[in-house]
């Protein structure tokens, strides 16, 4: 790990950065454009809303209450910025849904016993989301399956979220460097069993989502190409690569990138289908 991680500098680096950085826009006045019902069924019908929904309104009363607990008033602000930000992702969720008519039921988010593994999970959790909703966000976006109003809504949150990781991974590094030697071997655990319980966590959800919503979680899977273009799953994956890296590029180098997701990524694509979606489902 570079000298500079773990510093005075670093920390004051970081927060910083994901303060100045920050777009003070208000959910409530941002211009919702009207939608036809061609493209609102299309919204509608994404079997994600209800998980995404629950997982927001979670994340954002975990990462305020991180805010309110760590003791580094520097590191406290700029975790509060980001626990006021997730905050705002839940509301932006939640005037969709209801904009457009998507039935979702309200979700009591749940207090975090230990408000320092909770934050440590999500980021990871965003580490894992974000690199693939940003090729997801940039195919929608490219191919018109949304209309350019509603992508254009949602930009500064693909960017939120960019910022989001960055911090993640340094937060993590930071913490780290600050421990004597004797104490790192047990963090290092801690930060790997963190990120397995999130993977395992995603592929939980996948299962969830599925299994409550077959019909629409099978109409879109094998509808989705039709409308992003056929795609292959290599093609896929190099697009996830290229607006990572694009993501993540204007903030200062000096800063830590994610880079489990990417590095695996890379590694599997010698083995991704080079066909698109559509011709290997048919074969």
Known sequence: MPPFIGSQEHKELLCRFFIETHDPYKPSEMPWPKLDEAARARLASLPIWEEAVRTEADTALAVTVMGECEKDPLLAKAISLQGYEESRHAELLRLLTQKY????????????????????????????????????????????????????????????????????VNWVAFNQAKLGYTKRPSYVFRRGLAMWLQMVSRFKTALRVKGKNDRAQDNFTMSAHKSFGDISPREFVELCLSENERRLKPYDERLLRPAFVPTVAKAALKTLPKKPVAEAVAA
């Open 101 to 168: 008519g998507i039935p979702v039921p309200d979700f009591p988010a749940t207090r975090p016993q230990d408000p320092d593994w909770a934050f440590m999970r999500i980021g990871y959790g965003e580490c894992f989301d974000s690199f693939f909703a940003f090729g997801l966000f940039a195919l929608a976006r490219d191919s018109g399956f949304f209309p350019p109003e509603l992508v254009t809504l949602f930009e500064p949150v693909m960017q939120e979220e960019g910022r989001h990781i960055i911090f993640h």
